[in-house]
Structures are given as C-alpha cells and as structure tokens.
C-alpha cells in the first residue's frame, strides 16, 4: 500500500515536496483522520465527480485538490460549528487506476502503482499480443482537459488516471 500524506513529504532538491502536486481525482482512496472527535476518521474513495460524503458535512468536493488543501477545506468546514479546534490529516491510500488497451493480452484497468513505466503497465497486462508494437505507446493523460494522446517512451512513467494505447505494429 503507497501512502502519500499532505503532512510527509520527502523534500526535492529544490526544497518543494515532491508528491505536493498530486491532484485528487475519481477513484482515489482517502484515509481522512479528525483527531477529537475519532469518530470521524474514515476511509472515502471519491466517486466518478470527485466527491465523497463525511459526517456532518456532507458531500465535500474533492476533485483537483491537493491533499493540502483538502485537510484546509475540512478544518474550514468543521470549524466553528463543529469543533473548536480541528486537526485533520489526509492520506492517499491508493490511486486512481489507469487503463490499458489495444495490443495487450488482457486490456482493462489495473491499480497505479507509484514509479512503474509504461512496459510495466504491458507486462502487468499479460504482455504484448504478437502484433504490439514494442517501442512506445500513447497516453492521454487524466489532467490533460483536451484529451490529446500523446506518444510516449514505453521507458516513461505512468500517471494515475493514464489511458494507454499500444498501437498494432505494420509487419
């Protein structure tokens, strides 16, 4: 299980988080904590819009935040008519899964794990059919809000949300 914490992050050589900027998005799995009351800590996966149901709140619009910001959102929303003094952490406990087709064995979605390339996204798959072509692939990428497909290394690394496409290859 990858976990990813708006509070830990590991620092880049720039001095950034480096998993700061993941934006959350349509199944991804949150483990929310509210420290006092723990009644309120949940395990949520955001529905097809980005959102989930909390006790007392309600729907919460998650969709394109960080997890900073949603432990911001959350204290804005139970403070003060709720607790005096919340403390809310936000984990990712998994990601979005991204979504293999074309020249695979077995195209469907599989879950993300952080770090993998695009060959490991085929070998996940059960591998290229004898007509995969082997030396790249093409992503459309789930934040890219025109929906290009782009050609990508098969070296490169897979985002969560990816649609991967391996072309056929002309013999």
Do not use: W
């Not at 723990?38 to 919460?60: A, Q, S, W």
């Not at 020249?103 to 085929?122: H, I, N, Q, W």
């Amino acid at each position: 299980m990858l976990v990813i914490s708006a509070s830990a992050y590991a620092k880049d050589d720039f001095g950034e988080t480096a998993d700061a900027s993941y934006r959350l998005g349509a199944g991804d799995k949150l483990q929310i904590d509210v420290f006092n009351p723990p009644d309120l800590t949940c395990e949520y996966t955001l529905d097809g819009n980005g959102r989930f149901t909390m006790h007392l709140i309600e729907k919460v619009e998650a969709a394109n935040l960080t997890a900073a910001e949603l432990e911001a959102l959350l204290v804005s929303k139970l403070k003060p008519d709720y607790l005096v003094n919340p403390r809310v952490s936000v984990r990712v406990q998994n990601f979005r899964p991204y979504y293999i087709m074309g020249e695979v064995k077995r195209p469907a979605s599989y879950a993300f794990v952080d770090g993998m390339t695009f060959l490991t996204a085929v070998a996940i798959a059960g591998g290229y059919t004898y007509r995969g072509k082997k030396d790249h692939v093409y992503v459309i990428h789930v934040d890219d809000p025109e929906r290009k497909e782009v050609k990508m290394d098969i070296n490169s690394k897979v985002r969560p949300g990816d649609i991967i496409r391996v072309a056929e290859r002309l013999f």
